[in-house]
């Protein structure tokens, strides 16, 4: 297993985050401690000293898993802003959970569905709030 990157979470996220694993028991969301585990080694910076490399909540990552050599583009959303459309994914998924946090190049191995790990990089932002100017979203 190669060592995490170190991931960097802006402190706004983190409060909504962290109210929402609140809310939620972890039978009901299988990745919690995992998720939980990540927020507490985090790097925190308020939204305005985010660098824009950043994965962060609302962000556009475009993304490949490594093991299916498949890519993606999604932007990492509250489970609230999930509506269905293929475009969107949930913090509370097992790929945004990986995802958020993370900067462009770095990669991180995850539990995936089913058990099996599966290796995250990514390979460019195309939006993030905070360097657009959208601190509150």
Do not use: C
């Not at 962290?18 to 080694?41: C, M, N």
């Not at 898993?65 to 969107?88: C, H, K, M, N, W």
């Amino acid at each position: 297993m190669s060592r995490k990157p170190q991931i960097i979470l802006s402190s706004l996220d983190l409060d909504r985050i962290e109210a929402l694993l609140a809310a939620i028991p972890a039978s009901v969301f299988p990745g919690k401690a995992d998720l939980e585990a990540e927020l507490d080694r985090a790097d925190v910076v308020e939204p305005a000293q985010m660098p824009p490399n950043v994965v962060t909540m609302n962000s556009t990552v475009q993304f490949e898993i490594l093991e299916t050599r498949q890519d993606f583009r999604l932007t990492l959303v509250y489970p609230r802003d999930i509506d269905g459309s293929a475009d969107r994914v949930s913090i509370f998924a097992p790929v945004g959970s990986a995802l958020l946090g993370l900067s462009v190049g770095d990669e991180l191995a995850w539990p995936g569905p089913g058990g099996k790990s599966m290796t995250v990089r990514v390979t460019g932002i195309l939006y993030q709030p905070e360097s657009a100017g959208e601190l509150h979203r």
